[in-house]
């Protein structure tokens, strides 16, 4: 079984995870910037100023700045039809509140825009992926304030005029359901709280975090309509990162707090971009945690008139839930579950569950009846070079074959699935921990946790894999 004609094969990056260059010319400090190291047990700092001596892995992240034709060529041996990347607000306005962009970092995307139309390669641009100039953040406390709207407006403006023959897909913010959980405050909205010292210190207010969600969703809604102002043929989508979520027994108890799960971690996002509303379960979210979101007059119009073209999310896991507060967690994505015996996980205990793709995707579809796309899936895991140079990284093409397969199953189901860009098709930087050593990428970069390395990159054996898989649009795995 093939995919349909015209489906996109790719991968995904995040500039703050890639593209390094923090500081080259004119770019301004982003929250990714101001984050330290970390490992799987030690959480990385947020240091409002930088610290001598400390390592900040974005800075130089695997310098995708200085490596971007290469990493193209790359790209296009593969057989690459899309590259899903992201712009770094700060190196188009470094303080996020400029009022005039910065020229030269809007070459560097004229530059990679023409290396990606040489090869054929679609760019998928995410305008904002946990790069929240951190000025904004320091003077407004990030998306808290109403006024960051009118910002990112002013830089989609930019972005749209400028690359509207370069770039037709579109994606407004990455998983912005993030926001939804104390994690995503200060990677997903800038918000930096008194007393938060590391991305899970436990350091919230809920309150000011769903107001942030809301002003995301005014600001996607308000670029959406611009977008298509400027012009007509942009197809332009939200980014959730998806939650699947069984519950652990038939206890109806079980059943509810699964569908809740659902509910609050996906649906709530998807219901407002995609159908342009906020869903009743909201409402009564909200009235109960005592959260009461503060809305202009126009925005319920703002968000029915800026409702996306299609969704688009990131699945790496499923979770388990039970009203039983004494089972044993298991750890994920952002957020955990209860363990799931049915199912093997990764070396960072991520839940490795291809089937859930296949039950997410045909859950979305039979929702929003939208285009859908996968644009992130893959496998973080410990890559060993043997003697010879190879990298036999079987266990990460075993985990996209079986997810592949699943998606494919899914089309066959009815599903309108176009897209699908794996995560990290390039090593980088992980989000989460700040580590090299969790690599996902069909390329190996020579850099280890510490920033140590040559940046040189090596073809695993998934690369060739994947490159017959796109050859033969899926049929061969």
Not at 112 to 139: C, D, M, R, W
Request: charged fraction near 25%; charge should be negative.
């Amino acid at each position: 079984m093939k995919m349909k004609d015209g489906f996109f094969w790719g991968g995904a990056t995040a500039a703050n995870q890639f593209e390094g260059g923090w500081n080259k010319d004119g770019k301004g400090p982003s929250t990714s910037d101001m984050m330290t190291g970390g490992t799987h047990t030690t959480p990385r700092r947020i240091t409002p100023v930088l610290e001598e001596g400390t390592y900040y892995p974005s800075h130089e992240a695997v310098d995708f700045y200085g490596h971007y034709k290469e990493d193209i060529a790359m790209m296009a041996e593969m057989g690459f039809k899309m590259f899903r990347m992201s712009i770094n607000w700060s190196r188009i306005y470094p303080n996020g509140d400029d009022l005039e962009p910065n020229e030269e970092g809007l070459k560097f995307y004229d530059n990679v825009f023409a290396e990606l139309k040489k090869h054929n390669i679609e760019p998928l641009v995410t305008i904002s992926h946990y790069e929240t100039p951190f000025g904004l953040t320091q003077k407004y406390n990030g998306w808290a304030s109403r006024e960051v709207i009118e910002f990112y407006i002013r830089y989609c403006t930019t972005l749209f005029n400028r690359y509207k023959d370069q770039v037709k897909y579109w994606l407004t913010f990455n998983e912005i359901n993030c926001l939804t959980m104390p994690l995503g405050a200060y990677m997903a909205g800038g918000l930096l709280f008194e007393g938060k010292e590391t991305l899970t210190d436990g350091v919230d207010q809920p309150q000011t975090r769903f107001q942030a969600l809301h002003h995301q969703f005014v600001a996607s809604a308000k670029a959406v309509k611009l977008g298509h102002e400027i012009n007509p043929d942009f197809k332009i989508g939200c980014m959730v990162a998806f939650m699947t979520t069984y519950p652990n027994t038939c206890n109806p108890d079980d059943i509810l707090l699964a569908q809740k799960k659902d509910q609050l971690s996906n649906m709530i996002c998807g219901d407002v971009q995609v159908r342009g509303a906020y869903p009743g379960f909201a409402k009564r979210f909200f009235a109960e945690e005592g959260i009461e979101i503060q809305m202009q007059p126009e925005d319920e119009q703002t968000l029915r008139e800026g409702c996306v073209d299609f969704y688009s999310f990131s699945y790496y896991m499923s979770l388990v839930e039970s009203a039983d507060a004494s089972l044993d967690r298991a750890e994920g994505n952002l957020l955990g579950g209860i363990k799931n015996p049915y199912l093997e996980a990764s070396d960072w205990g991520w839940q490795i569950d291809p089937k859930g793709l296949r039950y997410t995707l045909n859950h979305l579809y039979d929702r929003y009846q939208v285009p859908l796309m996968v644009v992130e899936n893959g496998l973080g895991a410990v890559d060993v070079i043997e003697e010879d140079g190879s990298i036999q990284d079987d266990y990460r093409i075993d985990y996209l074959k079986g997810h592949i397969e699943q998606m494919k199953e899914a089309v066959a189901d009815g599903v309108d699935l176009i897209a699908y860009t794996m995560w990290g098709c390039i090593d980088l930087v992980s989000a989460s921990t700040g580590e090299m050593k969790k690599r996902y990428g069909f390329i190996h970069v020579n850099k280890d946790n510490d920033g140590k390395g040559d940046l040189s990159r090596t073809p695993k054996k998934s690369f060739y894999w994947y490159k017959d898989v796109i050859a033969s649009n899926g049929e061969k795995l």
